[in-house]
């Protein structure tokens, strides 16, 4: 394969639109959190009977998706494959970025944002929360690691270690926030052993559409030639995983309805 060239994107008008555009939603997610720590967290549907609300909801689903927004990059290094690589630092990025923006929406979810300081200093080894608070921390460790083994040519060798270390590590927290869930021996519908294995099927296809969505709408915007090649390897790619999900969704809810 011919050598890899990275530049910078042409700041130009296309550039600052995007950024105004990413921009609108950040405004949109203040204006939120405003809203909801001034009238209270009923206005998420949260109620005695319902224990998380909607910033919940959220939440998971973005610290799913930032594992499987990895892929691209674990394909390009752990499995070799070369044609992935100039994609492979936009891969760990978004990973990063996803999981950064799901924390801070599960930060809500804690009522006052200064009680995120006791459960950074304060553990109890016994509940799967402690455990992933040192899971989503490491992960953005290993990661930011990773892409400065990417980006600094004298480490370059080191990146496939690197990414055999995040690929491992991406699973094990995957594991651990389906387990958040399978864990619930209270709520029956739950507790199911096969919660950690969805969950990581489920990171693999959210993960990966939300990476295509933003490599187009970045090569759109910034007037950079992507090509269908890559495209329809991912579109593919990502068709596996819709169906790998749908039969864990199947069976999971079909030993509900069984017992």
């Known amino acids: 394969m011919k050598s890899i060239d990275f530049r910078e994107i042409d700041g130009g008008l296309p550039f600052y639109m995007l950024v105004g555009f990413i921009g609108v939603f950040v405004l949109a997610a203040l204006g939120a959190a405003y809203y909801m720590e001034h009238n209270g967290h009923w206005v998420t549907g949260m109620s005695n009977q319902v224990i998380w609300g909607t910033p919940h909801v959220f939440a998971v689903f973005l610290i799913v998706a930032a594992s499987g927004a990895l892929n691209v990059a674990s394909i390009s290094s752990v499995f070799n494959k070369t044609a992935y690589k100039p994609l492979a630092r936009l891969s760990g990025l978004l990973a990063i970025t996803l999981l950064v923006g799901g924390l801070a929406v599960l930060v809500l979810d804690l009522g006052r944002p200064d009680r995120l300081i006791v459960a950074m200093t304060y553990y109890n080894f016994k509940s799967i929360f402690a455990w992933n608070i040192i899971l989503y921390t490491g992960f953005m460790a290993i990661v930011a690691i990773y892409l400065w083994m990417m980006m600094e040519r004298k480490m370059n060798r080191f990146t496939k270690s690197a990414g055999l270390t995040a690929f491992v590590w991406r699973l094990i927290l995957t594991t651990g926030t389906g387990s958040i869930f399978g864990f619930l021996v209270a709520r029956q519908g739950y ?69």
């Open 191 to 259: 507790d199911a052993a096969i919660m950690a294995p969805m969950f990581i099927v489920m990171s693999f296809s959210f993960g990966l559409a939300i990476f295509i969505l933003v490599l187009m709408a970045l090569y759109k915007w910034s007037n950079r030639p992507l090509g269908d090649a890559i495209l329809f390897r991912l579109k593919n790619l990502l068709g596996v995983f819709v169906a790998a999900v749908m039969y864990f969704v199947l069976a999971y809810h079909v030993t509900n309805l069984y017992g």
